[in-house]
Structures are given as C-alpha cells and as structure tokens.
Nanobody, 121 residues
Framework: QVQLVESGGGLVQPGGSLRLSCTASGSIFRINTMGWYRQAPGKQRELVARITSVGMTNYADSVKDRFTISRDNAKITVYLQMSSLKPEDTAVYYC???????????????WGRGTQVTVSS
C-alpha cells in the first residue's frame, strides 16, 4: 500500500509564502516524477510543477518565478515553496508521484488527498 501525505497548507495573505510538503510511504521500489497539481472550485485540476528523479523541473506559466519545487529522494519527499502568493492561487493542492512498488515493476500514478491553500486578506 502506497500513501502520499501532504502538509503545509493554510490561510495566507496576498504576497505571503507557504511551503508544502508531501511524503510517500509504503512498499516503494522506485519513484520517477513527483509533482504538485491544484484544483480551484469549479475548475479542472491543473499541473503546478513537477520534478524528475534527477532534478529536472517544469512549471505552469502562472507560477514561474514564484514557486519552487524540490525533492529529497532519501526522505521520499517533494516540496513546493510558494512565494508572492495571489488570491488566484487559492485551491486544493494535490501531490502526485509516478512510482513502482516491490513485486510490480510497472510505473503507476498515485495521488495524495490534497491540502487547502487559501490566499486572502
């Protein structure tokens, strides 16, 4: 059984910062890409940022130069440092990982349950 558990969400004023964390646990054999997605009310889930196992990153245009994704492979954790937050960043943020478990070499996608980020004065 694989679990992705997010933390770090909350309420922040415009211009503020938050750091999200997501740790994977379970019978994990290999992790490929990890990333963050978000879903605002009434909108589709969208990619925010992702990072490969060797540290290559890509970002949504709307968060470039404001958000930074990083990972600690030893801790099986991915982070999202969010700065200069705007009200339009308000959403539920979901952690995503592409990984394989012991006994099954196929890479599969896993999701966390999400953490709420609200940017409001």
């Amino acid at each position: 059984q694989v679990q992705l558990v997010e933390s770090g969400g909350g309420l922040v004023q415009p211009g503020g910062s938050l750091r999200l964390s997501c740790t994977a646990s379970g019978s994990i054999f290999r992790i490929n890409t990890m990333g963050w997605y978000r879903q605002a009310p009434g909108k589709q889930r969208e990619l925010v940022a992702r990072i490969t196992s060797v540290g290559m990153t890509n970002y949504a245009d709307s968060v470039k130069d404001r958000f930074t994704i990083s990972r600690d492979n030893a801790k099986i954790t991915v982070y999202l440092q969010m700065s200069s937050l705007k009200p339009e960043d308000t959403a539920v943020y979901y952690c995503n990982a592409e990984l394989a478990v012991y006994g099954d070499p196929r890479l599969r996608e896993y999701w966390g349950r999400g953490t709420q980020v609200t940017v409001s004065s």
